[in-house]
């Protein structure tokens, strides 16, 4: 599930979504879309990987409890369920989600 809560021009958007238990999301990124990350319920597996710096940064959601987590224009992002409940994630973003141009990019 992905819902949009709240969006307006001036602060972006609001969503939120959840992922079942060893389900992965993301795994793409974007050009000029900011996000943010707060995990609601959950653990999470969450990699962060630039090929232009060909850098890799891996988190575990147990160390990041009530911690905002930012992703950054052309950084890959993707979010693993680690746990065995459904993971939940609330995310704002700097924009609101345009479907003729989602400025989202599919790590291939």
Do not use: C
Not at 14 to 33: D, E
Not at 76 to 92: A, F, M, R, S
């Amino acid at each position: 599930n992905f819902i949009e809560l709240f969006k307006n021009k001036k602060f972006g958007q609001v969503s939120v979504f959840t992922t079942p238990p060893k389900k992965i999301r993301g795994m793409h990124y974007h050009n000029s879309k900011i996000e943010k990350f707060f995990i609601v319920q959950g653990n999470a597996s969450i990699n962060y990987y630039n090929e232009i710096l060909k850098k890799n940064i891996n988190l575990n959601s147990k160390k990041l409890k009530n911690k905002i987590l930012i992703t950054l224009p052309g950084w890959i992002h993707t979010v693993q369920n680690t746990g065995t409940n459904d993971l939940i994630i609330i995310v704002w973003s700097n924009e609101i989600f345009n479907i003729d141009d989602p400025d989202t990019y599919v790590r291939l």
